[in-house]
């Protein structure tokens, strides 16, 4: 954490006064993060020092003349509040003002209840926090619906996640890695309800802390969670064309210790793609393939989680906690698809041309078990703790295809397949961190953690045998891993003020990685072990006027999994197969980002972020064409084979521009504009130079039409992306929401319809190779109508503190 902005300076002073204290919520009591504060003359109000709170609440000004003070405190959601006549003189030249809350603009200071309205979008100095709770067209939804709202994070039709247009990101569940991250990330993220989400932190230039894995970022879900006195809970159930979910959470918490469960599920019912593609293949010699598709894929979803945790504080400044969590999320498919294959010579006369009936069936599940224990060490002198952490995670995946591909004419199976696939992952971290604050202005940070992750995987598949109809076994066909992987890491960074207006955080992070595979396609791997030093810099300065600009440079990595690596050739599709590549490098990434910042009093705020990333070793999966691939003792023909490679290196530069505006008190205006530049250099035979530029805009109008009935509209564009062999599509989303608050604020109802005048989004696809071009088109249905219900229930009880004698709070309205 950037500790050092807790001394950031408006202007040199010169006297040697101290005026130090906490910011907290006065609803939650949790502390709150980067709030200004400033202290200004009581007679003339001018401005004499500033600062921003660090991620404990915690603020310190010195270098204060003798004189007479008001305390201000601002941060956008909150009351402003004011503390006057503030004495620094030879008789008290250092004051702690204890703890200040910070009362919402919202807050019913009632025991029954207790509204903590935060800003939606809160832009902190390490990371971007998106408050779920308060975006109303997100009720009915999933984390993807979310995701799609937050600036720098892109979320196409099918769930893929983007940051800053890269999809290698790291993915964090209350801080914490999970092996259900291991698998398809975009069904994981349309399995989690968004009523369950408290917030999601988006990390694009990770410090030395933080792990080095993901050269897009970090993108950390938080579920839902209490930390104030009493009990209290919710209940969330939504209906829908689309989807359904429903969530339900207790808190319990009493004095020093604390206690907290949920359960949560979400299915999406059955929803049908239509699909058309247009193969055309570049034969040896002078005939040309065609291979012509025209079919549809039916397919439902499930998901739910459940959990509980504690936390405790065993002895003062001492506290341990615990949590234990289950995933479950399954899909279901089935399909066919209509298929022409036509083989012609130069001067376009058909030589052949054979019409078949595909058939699939697809079925896939996954359970995961997360469980972690932590324990905090707090020192004497303020900022100086020790924490440990331990995490471990295990899944069990199990999957099943079949398929048959059915002659038209002679009405016969002309091939068949069927496979099961069980595998079991395991993984698991144990870290350790030390802060150790030197001064007011120096501040360092060590660290190591170790972190084992390890698949066994088998794949049984059995082929038609058209003489006898039965199903024989694969030898060649099927597979089995086991893989291991496991990193050693150890950190340190220093947080230190320059030339007295500039606030620096340098670290230093090291990454040892090694990895153990067998595939019994190609036997025992040998991936050499690899060291990854792991360099970052933050400088920033905070201007008048609650204005910060940022440097950030970080280098980060990205580690090819157990399936990246896999060369078993995947033949569930006889016409269309993928493998893997043992002999893949890790992806290296460097990151430069510039941003600007602003918080107007009124709740008004704009993110400006200028990037840089630039990869070595791209790893970037692409597509071959054969007329015909040997698979042990079978041949196929007229065959694309999707495989991974390090293809070359890529640049990108890029702009985000978000604001928020606060029209009225009632119409408030978020808007986001993201644009970048991207650069290719492949080594593929189609390859060369490829460029592009990507953009994205969308908007957000919430309008209060009272106090209790809200109305809001979301809508985004995407532009077309550039890949490694041609371009994804555009797409246009929209989203309209209505919500009644209902029983004093503790309910409320709400309606929500997505792309609610079509059913589907079209998406054409056109990708291209040295001998061949694929042009694809996809009907995706998205049209969905919603109702969600929500209620709060229980007592919250919140203790004054005792304020220290000088500490005569005078809060003021407005913000």
């Known amino acids: 954490m950037f500790t050092s902005l807790v001394n950031a300076q408006q202007a040199p002073v010169t006297g040697s006064g101290k005026i130090d204290g906490r910011i907290i919520d006065s609803a939650t009591g949790q502390a709150v993060e980067y709030a200004s504060v400033s202290i200004a003359s009581q007679t003339d109000n001018k401005e004499i020092n500033g600062a921003t709170t660090d991620d404990k609440g915690f603020f ?5 003349p003798d004189g007479t003070y008001k305390l201000m405190v601002y941060f956008v959601g909150y009351q402003t509040y004011t503390k ?50 308060n975006d109303v067209t997100s009720q009915t939804g999933v984390a993807s619906d979310v995701l799609k709202k937050i600036p720098q994070v892109d979320v196409d039709i099918d769930g893929n996640v983007q940051l800053q247009g890269n999809s290698n990101i790291r993915f964090l569940i209350n801080g914490k890695p999970s092996t259900i991250f291991g698998n398809n990330i975009a069904d994981v993220l349309q399995a989690i309800p968004a009523s369950q989400i408290q917030s999601i932190e988006v990390i694009t230039s990770p410090g030395a802390k933080y792990d080095a894995e993901g050269t897009g970022g970090i993108i950390n879900i938080i579920m839902k969670k209490s930390t104030a006195q009493g009990i209290n809970g919710s209940v969330t159930l939504t209906g829908g064309t689309r989807l359904e979910n429903g969530s339900f959470n207790l808190n319990a918490r009493k004095g020093v210790f604390g206690a907290h ?6 299915t999406q019912l059955l929803s049908t793609t239509l699909t058309n593609s247009n193969r055309t293949g570049q034969d040896t010699g002078s005939t040309t393939s065609t291979l012509l598709q025209s079919g549809s894929n039916s397919f439902t979803r499930l998901g739910y989680q459940t959990g509980a945790g504690f936390d405790w504080e065993i002895a003062p400044k001492n506290t341990i906690s ?3 969590g289950y995933f479950y999320y399954g899909v279901n498919s089935n399909g066919t698809s209509n298929r022409e294959s036509i083989l012609q010579d130069i001067y376009s006369n058909r030589l052949s041309d054979s019409t078949n009936l595909l058939n699939t069936g697809n079925f896939y599940h996954s359970h995961a078990l997360d469980y972690s224990f932590d324990y905090k060490k707090e020192f004497k002198k303020e900022g100086q703790e020790l924490d440990i952490s331990y995490s471990a995670s295990s899944g069990n995946d199990y999957s099943y295809y079949n398929q048959s591909l059915e002659n038209l004419n002679t009405q016969l199976n002309t091939s068949g397949s069927y496979g099961n696939n069980p595998d079991n992952t395991k993984g698991t971290n144990i870290g350790i961190d030390y802060t150790h604050p030197v001064n007011d202005s120096l501040s360092f940070e060590a660290g190591a953690k170790a972190e084992f992750y390890s698949v066994n995987s088998s794949s049984d598949v059995y082929l038609l045998n058209t003489e006898t109809g039965n199903y024989d076994y694969s030898t060649t066909q099927s597979n089995s891993l086991n893989y291991q992987n496991s990193v050693y890491a150890a950190y340190a960074s220093c947080s230190f003020r320059m030339f007295r207006w500039l606030d620096v955080k340098i670290g230093y992070r090291d990454e040892y ?8 396609a190609a036997g025992n791997v040998n991936i050499p072990s690899y060291n990854t030093p792991v360099p970052s810099i933050t400088i920033a300065h905070k201007l008048k006027n609650s204005q910060t600009i940022k440097l950030a440079y970080t280098h980060r990595i990205q580690r090819p999994d157990d399936g990246d690596l896999n ?32 918080t107007y009093e009124k709740g008004g705020n704009i993110f400006i972020t200028l990037f840089y990333r630039g990869n070595i070793d791209d790893i970037q999966s692409y597509t071959n064409y054969y007329p015909t691939y040997k698979i042990g003792d079978s041949t196929y023909t007229n065959v694309s084979v999707r495989t991974i490679d390090n293809i070359g290196h890529e640049d990108n530069y890029g702009l985000n521009i978000y ?19 991207r650069y290719i250099v492949t080594g593929l035979s189609s390859g060369g130079n490829i460029s592009g530029f990507n953009y994205r805009i969308n908007m957000n109008v919430t309008y209060d039409i009272t106090n209790s009935f809200t109305i809001e509209g979301f809508g985004n564009f995407n532009s077309p992306r550039i890949n490694a062999q041609g371009t994804v599509p555009s797409f246009t989303t929209y989203n309209l929401a209505i919500r009644k608050q209902l029983f004093h604020k503790k309910g409320s109802i709400a309606i929500t319809a997505t792309n609610a005048f079509s059913r589907y989004i079209n998406q054409t696809t056109n990708l291209t190779g040295s001998n061949f071009t694929i042009i694809s088109t996809r009907q995706v249905p998205y049209q969905s109508f919603g109702f969600n219900f929500t209620y709060k229930f229980g007592k919250l009880e919140f203790k004054e ?5 000088n500490s005569n709070s005078d809060p003021q309205g407005g913000n």
Do not use: C, W
Not at 261 to 266: D, E, H, I, L, R
């Open 801 to 805: 503190d005792k304020q220290p004698d």
């Open 60 to 64: 310190k000004l010195t270098g204060i």
């Open 261 to 266: 469960a949920y359960f949560s599920g979400n």
């Open 513 to 520: 990685t090694m990895t153990n595979a067998y595939f019994s």
């Open 659 to 677: 604001g928020s505006v606060p029209v009225t008190k009632k119409l408030n205006i978020r808007g986001n504009l993201s644009g970048f530049q």
């Open 322 to 324: 615990g949590s234990i």
């Open 567 to 598: 060369p078993f050739i995947n033949a569930s599709d006889p016409q269309n197969l993928s493998t893997g590549n043992p002999y893949l490098q890790p992806e290296i990434g460097n990151k430069i980002e510039f941003s600007y910042s602003k």
């Open 84 to 133: 006057n006549n503030i004495v620094i003189g030879k008789a008290k030249s250092s004051i702690s003002v204890g703890d200040i809350k910070l009362h919402s603009t919202s807050a019913s200071l009632k025991t029954a209840e207790i509204s903590a309205h935060k800003s939606i979008i809160e832009n902190k100095i390490d990371k971007m926090v998106y408050n779920v709770e």
